[in-house]
């Protein structure tokens, strides 16, 4: 079904609606379990003297261990309680999209992480979810997108670059077609790039890594004209989007030197971004850029790098009124997701 047929009601949830965080991370442990059990092809389990457990993925690094908070929804409920949180949105965590399997493979595996995601939150009026896609089969990965729909996603997420395939080529036009033919919200997270040496010192692969791959992934889409052909796609970006937002002057004036560039400017108005920038001020700034709409609250949960009390930004910047506070927290994301105000 449409994601805006997909209804979640909150119980004795503030009248002005339910709070909501589009950006946080969750594997279950019927996703260990199942692969321990019945590895799909390309996959396996690793245990530690700790009892922790790592995923080996074909064409990936061997995954770091798995958190208590990313596997344990009751510690997760417990968060969400204190910070004044009624939904999160899971995504699954960019170490294990899989995207170096074999193609068959990588379908199996994107369904199984999507089968114990939907199965571990069934239910709850607590949590939604952004399904995960077989991206190295561009043609496969549309065709399943009315499948996870179907089954309850909300949306789907995707790495900002596929392998060494950027999301504005031309081999993911059918991808693209089909999110714009079902209107729905893909989630753009960066992957995981243990190897780049010049982000790998004073935690430079989160602080600054991360924000540049999700930088290049929107200014290549913006310079495509990916949101401008297809308009129905709801395209959601991580951690502000990087620094697009701030460097949009520069796209402008690129486009004014090559007609051959999109313009930046009509793109970005079709973007949506998370708020998980920390600074006021910062979000102030995308917020004037973007419009209160299309800036939705988001945590990064349950990573050190993410933003431990993610309604502080929010009520703190100044720049903002009422009704701003009332969309960035919930009330610009209902219609989008179909979780009910």
Excluded at 185 to 194: D, L, Q, T
Excluded at 246 to 251: C, D, S
Aim: hydrophobic fraction near 40%.
């Amino acid at each position: 079904m449409p994601p805006s047929e997909t209804r979640m009601v909150r119980e004795n949830r503030s009248p002005d609606g339910p709070v909501v965080d589009v950006h946080a991370h969750f594997v279950p442990m019927a996703l260990v379990e199942a692969v321990r059990d019945g590895p799909p092809g390309g996959v396996s389990v690793e245990t530690d003297d700790e009892g922790r457990h790592s995923f080996g993925i074909e064409g990936s690094p061997t995954t770091r261990p798995l958190r208590p908070r990313l596997i344990d929804l009751e510690l997760r409920r417990q968060w969400m309680d204190g910070q004044g949180i009624d939904v999160q949105v899971l995504g699954t965590w960019a170490d294990i999209f899989g995207y170096g399997l074999p193609p068959d493979q990588g379908v199996e595996w994107a369904r199984l992480v999507n089968w114990t995601l939907i199965e571990a939150i069934s239910g709850s009026s607590r949590f939604a979810a952004f399904a995960t896609l077989p991206m190295q089969d561009p043609r496969r990965a549309a065709e399943l997108i009315p499948e996870v729909l179907g089954q309850g996603f909300v949306g789907v997420t995707v790495a900002a670059r596929i392998g060494e395939v950027e999301l504005d080529s031309s081999e993911l036009d059918v991808f693209w077609q089909a999110l714009d033919e079902a209107e729905a919200m893909v989630f753009i997270h960066p992957g995981y790039s243990p190897n780049e040496l010049r982000t790998a010192d004073y935690g430079m692969v989160n602080s600054v890594g991360r924000p540049v791959d999700t930088t290049i992934a929107v200014a290549r889409l913006l310079g495509a004209g990916v949101p401008r052909r297809y308009p129905r796609a709801k395209i959601l970006l991580a951690h502000g989007g990087g620094a697009v937002g701030f460097i949009l002057g520069r796209l402008q004036r690129n486009f004014e030197l090559d007609p051959s560039v999109e313009d930046p400017g009509d793109g970005i108005e079709r973007l949506y971004f998370d708020s998980v920038v920390f600074d006021p001020d910062a979000l102030c700034y995308l917020v004037a850029k973007a419009g209160p709409s299309h800036v939705l609250l988001g945590s990064d949960y349950p990573f050190p790098i993410g933003d431990p009390a993610p309604r502080k930004v929010v009520d703190s910047a100044g720049c903002l009124s009422d009704e701003d506070r009332h969309l960035i927290l919930g009330g610009g994301v209902a219609s989008l997701l179909g979780i009910s105000e």
